[in-house]
């Protein structure tokens, strides 16, 4: 059987996976690649989910592409919207030509005698599968499971005689319109249903086990669509993504020297939100700092609109169990429900969930350290994508692009084929810390097992840190002891 190939493979055409192949294209425009994409459509992300009012927890200054000014008045955007800037440009650079649809990685070999990747991908439209070579591949896949959300057990839910809907998987056609909705979550996807839905439902309840940290912000950015009103377009939009980046970076620093004087201004903002009457205490008070979690933006203080106006209520207890009209609380209290909305989470997945290997044997990357949280020790020619989880994704996916296309420069420059990280034998004891550090969220805490480890030094660290990380990656190629070139 022939074996196609080419030089680099982008795994994802979401917002990551589009950004890359920008980047390649400009920079690299010797190396030729291909996209592949799991799914019949672009957008990732913001193509899958579907939900009532479903947008962005960044301002787009910062979640946009750096090369790609954001021109809408609204700063804090629809999901429908943000695709439509995905798609822009993919169209505009002819990226959209790369794609392969319905084409999922199941799974990646590395071949040492060869210096090649050989990809076994499944159509997923006709149930075939092919392979494909390439002499670098370029994970863009995201972090979770697109067919499988985090779901806990929720006990005797089957005794509900109403509609179970779970945000993942919204149905197109599902009537909520005067209808008892309970959606059971604290985090963003649960604050941006309750008063999205409140509108139409008859009411709707946030059933949490515990709150979280919620800011509300303007939607529209004022400093940026006056910068705009003066300036280009790019030069308003470079002003104003620098001045966010910083400003994010300083909130977050902020939460890790003085948690307590954040947590009080993050509260009183809640109480001046929501007056006396409110118990913000128990709704809206977490156990935990600023920041160990992530917090959750509210737009135009939505949320607490629609807990002022009675559209909306938040209960914080624990489910007993499910009854056939609704929820029994350990509390005593029940909940009446006509829909049941399960945000409960994500599901983090490694690789895309691809099976990778050297030379046939499998990979644990539990037993692997990381380079700069985009390579792996001992994985040869390839990149994963995962931006920050205390700043906007897109960041960091656009410092890994700008690396990587230094990177195979270096390597045509070179003459070389192959580049490893490799960590050196008196390291191999250094002090392990979890790939991403200092979070204790949920969704993170439950897979960080299964990911490389940090070690307690450059470059063997995952910093989650804009301006450390644009230094680390700047650093010359020649001048690195740990990448391995051949």
């Known amino acids: 059987m022939t074996v196609e190939h080419t030089d680099v493979v982008i795994v994802g055409a979401g917002l990551s996976g589009i950004g890359a192949a920008y980047h390649l294209t400009e920079k690299c425009p010797h190396q030729q690649f291909l996209i592949l994409e799991s799914r019949n459509t672009i957008g990732g992300t913001w193509d899958l989910f579907r939900y009532p009012g479903i947008r962005s927890d960044s301002d787009m200054h910062t979640l946009g592409y750096s090369f790609k000014p954001w021109n809408s008045a609204k700063a804090i955007a629809d999901g429908p919207s943000i695709l439509r800037y995905v798609k822009e440009t993919a169209a505009e650079n002819h990226i959209d030509e790369k794609i392969r649809y319905s084409h999922k990685l199941t799974a990646a070999n590395w071949d040492s005698a060869s210096s090649r990747w050989t990809l076994t991908v499944a159509q997923t439209d006709t149930g075939n599968s092919v ?87 303007p939607s529209e950015d004022w400093f940026a669509n006056g910068m705009r009103a003066l300036l280009p377009h790019k030069l308003a939009y470079a002003i104003t993504r620098f001045r966010n980046t910083r400003f994010q970076e300083w909130i977050y620093k902020r939460t890790r020297r003085n948690p307590a004087r954040i947590k009080k201004i993050l509260l009183d903002a809640v109480r001046k939100e929501l ?65 049941i909305v399960t945000a409960t989470g994500l599901q983090l997945v490694l690789m895309g969930g691809a099976a990778i290997s050297m030379d046939g044997e499998a990979v644990d990357f539990s037993k692997l ?89 450059e470059p063997w660290i995952n910093t989650q840190d804009f301006r450390r990380d644009r230094k680390l990656f700047n650093q010359p190629f020649d001048q690195d002891q740990w990448l391995f070139f051949s």
Not at 282 to 301: A, E, I, M
Not at 440 to 452: E, I, Q
Request: proline share 6%; glycine share 4%; charged share 20%.
């Open 131 to 217: 392979q494909i070579s390439c002499n670098f591949l370029y994970m863009c896949a995201g972090y979770y499971n697109y067919n499988q959300p985090h779901e806990p057990e929720l006990p005797q839910l089957d005794n509900f005689k109403g509609t179970v809907v779970h945000p993942q998987f919204w149905p197109k056609d599902l009537d909520y319109e005067n209808k008892k909705v309970v959606v059971i979550g604290s985090g963003a996807t649960a604050v941006t249903l309750v008063p999205s839905m409140a509108d139409k439902a008859a009411k709707v309840t946030m059933l949490q086990r515990s709150p979280t940290y919620i800011i509300s912000r």
């Open 369 to 457: 350290w990381t380079y700069k949280g985009l390579m792996n020790s001992d994985i040869p020619n390839m990149v994963a994508t995962f931006g920050y989880i205390n700043a906007s994704w897109t960041l960091r996916a656009d410092l890994t692009a700008e690396w990587v296309c230094r990177l195979l420069n270096h390597m045509r420059e070179t003459n070389t084929s192959m580049v490893v990280p490799k960590v050196s034998a008196e390291l191999h004891n250094m002090p392990q810390r979890d790939w991403v550090a200092d979070f204790p969220a949920g969704y993170m805490t439950r897979v960080m097992h299964l990911f490389p480890k940090q070690g307690d030094r």
């Open 275 to 339: 007056g006396s009457d409110f118990d913000v205490d128990k709704h809206f008070t977490p156990k935990y700092n600023p920041w160990d979690q992530r917090l959750c933006l509210v737009p135009d203080s939505d949320l607490f609109a629609a807990l002022k106006n009675g559209s909306a209520d938040v209960v914080t207890d624990h489910i007993e169990t499910f009854t056939d009209s609704g929820i029994q609380l350990k509390s005593g209290d029940q909940l009446d429900a006509d829909i």
